[in-house]
């Protein structure tokens, strides 16, 4: 990997892959949902919406057309911490994806017809999430995890902080948020570094210098949401505080979360499906940020079996914090490499890869760096981990789960 940055802050990194004939380029900031005022909720979604409506000299089907004509794909996307813009192209149109990428954050046009419209479509999407219990639940759990704050607000936020935003609202929002020092420029596959710093120094130049995005730490808040909407199944969710992204027993902490619930061998898998065929889907991942983190499991089950699944799954989060063993720890450990490295063999697995390395750490570290850090974690540092994580209190948030009458 190699890493240059501009006057302005704006970091560039590039990692070249022989025999890649594609390239992955991708703007990442520093910004997402839980740098929000309550009364801007969805904002940060908003904004990545509405830029796709016309940016510089392009509306929006001319933004679609320039990309998809040389054989490209432009995306973005917005998360609790972070927003990007990425496109995959061919290796000689690198200059077209950087040039709409900048055009997109530097020069939205953002005309009043657009935010209207756009408000029409994230309250769609909107809806169309509360119709999918998998998807809004979690809502539910982030808003029992850390109630009363922005990391517990939903992205996409509500209607009536939707339409609560306006056209200077998102105008300050880029001005104040969109600046060097909180962004990075990633490419990975046929790239040339001086060439990529070279378009980055001409398309980003206008972006003003500045430091990355603050917001107030975190605290888990041990609560339960429960919503009766019509649903088929029992949606379950369990969550408890985990390490950040750059403690110390972070790779123990997220081992933990792979041997009681990552993948087909896991305890919950084998437990409460292949066992008891009370699931279709379980699983549990630790999810981090730079200030804190959440463990969690998911679970969808018959709403008569509920009550026997949710039992389940605390005794085996329990049981594994006490007695995970050295076979489960090695397999969880293989597995963990091995998705970090067939997720790098794409240029957006090495771009994206390389991005997150600098936005969690503020420097580049390398694969072999992070497969050193896996190898290093013990067996008691597994078990240290999980009770950690299980000994306060916990969040709960549930979907469809039959209410309890007195007899």
Request: hydrophobic share 45%.
């Amino acid at each position: 990997m190699q890493l240059s940055t501009l006057s302005n802050g704006l970091r560039v990194v590039s990692r070249a892959m022989p025999g890649i004939e594609t390239v992955a380029v991708g703007l990442f900031a520093d910004v997402g949902s839980r740098h929000e005022d309550a009364r801007i909720n969805g904002i940060a979604h908003l904004f990545e919406h509405m830029v796709f409506k016309g940016a510089g000299r392009r509306n929006a089907g001319e933004i679609s057309e320039a990309i998809e004509e040389v054989g490209g794909d432009l995306n973005a996307c917005t998360e609790r911490d972070a927003t990007s813009f990425t496109a995959s192209l061919m290796a000689e149109h690198l200059p077209l994806g950087i040039e709409i990428i900048a055009d997109l954050v530097l020069r939205p046009q953002l005309t009043p017809r657009d935010l209207d419209r756009e408000k029409q479509v994230v309250l769609q999407e909107l809806g169309e999430a509360r119709d999918t219990p998998n998807d809004i639940i979690f809502d539910d759990l982030w808003s029992a995890a850390y109630a009363g704050q922005p990391l517990g607000r939903a992205i996409l936020g509500d209607e009536e902080s939707i339409e609560a935003i306006a056209l200077d609202d998102l105008h300050r929002w880029r001005n104040d948020h969109y600046r060097g020092g909180g962004m990075i420029l990633a490419a990975a596959g046929k790239v040339d570094h001086d060439v990529l710093v070279a378009l980055a120094e001409s398309h980003f130049a206008d972006l003003p210098d500045g430091d990355r995005p603050t917001f107030d730490p975190a605290t888990f808040t041990a609560g339960s949401r429960v919503s009766r909407a019509p649903s088929d199944q029992a949606h379950l969710t369990l969550a408890y505080p985990a390490p950040a992204a750059t403690a110390d027993d972070y790779f123990a902490a997220r081992l933990f979360a792979d041997i009681v619930g990552g993948g087909m061998s896991s305890r919950l898998f084998q437990e409460v499906r292949e066992d008891r065929g009370l699931a279709y889907s379980i699983y549990s991942v630790v999810h981090p940020f730079s200030d804190t983190g959440l463990f969690y499991t998911y679970a969808a089950t018959a709403k008569k079996a509920s009550a026997e699944a949710a039992q389940i799954i605390d005794s085996v989060i329990a049981e594994a914090a006490g007695d995970a063993t050295q076979r489960e720890l090695d397999r969880v450990r293989t597995q963990a490499k091995a998705g970090l490295l067939m997720s790098l063999e794409t240029p957006w697995g090495q771009a994206s890869y390389a991005a997150r390395q600098l936005a969690v750490y503020g420097r580049l570290i390398e694969p072999d760096e992070v497969l050193e850090r896996l190898a290093a974690v013990k067996l008691d540092d597994i078990r240290s981990a999980g009770s950690r994580m299980i000994a306060g209190g916990a969040a709960r948030a549930t979907i469809g789960v039959p209410s309890v009458r007195a007899a």
